[in-house]
């Protein structure tokens, strides 16, 4: 199974820091990595898809990128929505397996 | 409109069987997949098994042996069924649609939370 490695668990940013999240994957996915957010009691809901493809309606402070296994999220400058987990899911191989999630809290 | 929900008992006592139902509209069976995705509480997502459009299935070989997923396309509907639940099997059961390549899991039901307890 491809493992997805996700860093840093939990995050505490305060407004308008740009933050990163990273996925390690553990063989070749290609571009096959999505990102989701996930708010408290709610379902999650898909931010990036194709490693740097943004979901329509999701704001632009919001960007994936790649560089080589390493796969990352990033918001520009956090805003006070943007507290939520977050995880990421590679959908190259089955079974999918996602990323152990990041917890994204404002300082 | 595309909308998915889950549907199921929220109580199940230890070693009996879980049955959910995910009844979709807004889109055919025909043309999308459906995958079961859970979360146990407090900790993350895990792929469960799909139902493919062409009524193909598979499933995550950890829960392979207890697992089955079926389907009914003239009510739209796609369910689950696991046997033998236990304790750590409680947590947060939704489902999920797909076509192909990228483009998975862009609607989500609202989830349905399961307690495995006696």
């Known amino acids: 199974d491809i493992q997805m490695t996700q860093s840093p668990s939990s995050l505490s940013a305060s407004l308008g820091d740009r933050v990163t999240i990273t996925c390690r994957a553990s063989?070749?996915?290609?571009?096959?990595l999505t990102w989701f957010q996930q708010k408290p009691g709610k379902s999650p809901r898909r931010m990036i898809y194709g490693a740097t493809n943004l979901e329509d309606g999701v704001p632009s402070r919001f960007s994936g990128s790649r560089s080589g296994s390493d796969y990352s999220l990033t918001i520009s400058s956090l805003e006070s929505e943007d507290v939520a987990d977050y995880h990421c899911?590679?959908?190259?191989?089955?079974?999918?397996?996602f990323g152990s999630g990041t917890k994204l809290e404002i300082k | 409109q595309v909308q998915l929900t889950e549907s199921g008992p929220g109580l199940v006592h230890p070693s009996e069987t879980l049955s959910l139902t995910c009844t979709v509209s807004?889109?055919?069976?025909?043309?999308?997949?459906v995958y079961w995705v859970r979360q146990p509480s407090g900790k993350g997502l895990e792929w469960m098994g799909r139902m493919r459009y062409n009524g193909d299935t598979s499933y995550n070989s950890a829960l392979k042996s207890r697992l089955s997923i079926s389907r009914d396309t003239s009510k739209n509907q796609v369910f689950l069924k696991m046997n033998s639940l236990q304790t750590d099997d409680t947590g947060t059961y939704y489902c999920?649609?797909?076509?192909?390549?990228?483009?998975?899991?862009?609607?989500w039901g609202q989830g349905v939370m399961v307690t495995v307890s006696s």
């Open positions: 899911l590679q959908s190259i191989q089955y079974p999918l397996t």
């Open positions: 063989q070749d996915i290609g571009n096959y």
């Open positions: 999920t649609r797909a076509t192909s390549g990228y483009n998975l899991f862009d609607y």
């Open positions: 807004g889109f055919s069976l025909t043309g999308y997949s």
